[in-house]
Nanobody
Framework: QVQLVESGGGLVQAGGSRRLSCAAS????????MSWYRQAPGNKREWIAS???????NYANAVKGRFTIARDSAKNWVSLQMSGLKPDDTALYFC??????????WGQGTQVTVSS
């Protein structure tokens, strides 16, 4: 079964930048939407950014203007460039892929910790 693997997490100072990547372990056909979510301790998982097949992007208000999502469907890869990081951005970050057939895949997450 194809798995998604996130990477790039770590400890960063407030105001700093970090780039997260998510790659699939195998081929995924008919990818529709690629997204990033995050979950802070004690909170529900929240959506933060998506990119469609047509490369249209959408962002949650909390990250708009600071985060940039990008995809390479041929390589089954999606990234999240984060800048202007704040302590409130501390969370476990997950990537998600939804195919045209409605199949939803999740990674295990990568931890981002922003120190003040």
């Amino acid at each position: 079964q194809v798995q998604l693997v996130e990477s790039g997490g770590g400890l960063v100072q407030a105001g700093g930048s970090r780039r997260l990547s998510c790659a699939a372990s195998g081929r995924i056909d008919n990818i529709n939407i690629m997204s990033w979510y995050r979950q802070a301790p004690g909170n529900k998982r929240e959506w933060i950014a998506s990119v469609t097949e047509a490369n249209n992007t959408n962002y949650a208000n909390a990250v708009k203007g600071r985060f940039t999502i990008a995809r390479d469907s041929a390589k089954n890869w999606v990234s999240l460039q984060m800048s202007g990081l704040k302590p409130d951005d501390t969370a476990l970050y997950f990537c998600n892929i939804i195919t045209r057939g409605g199949r939803s895949l999740w990674g295990q997450g990568t931890q981002v910790t922003v120190s003040s």
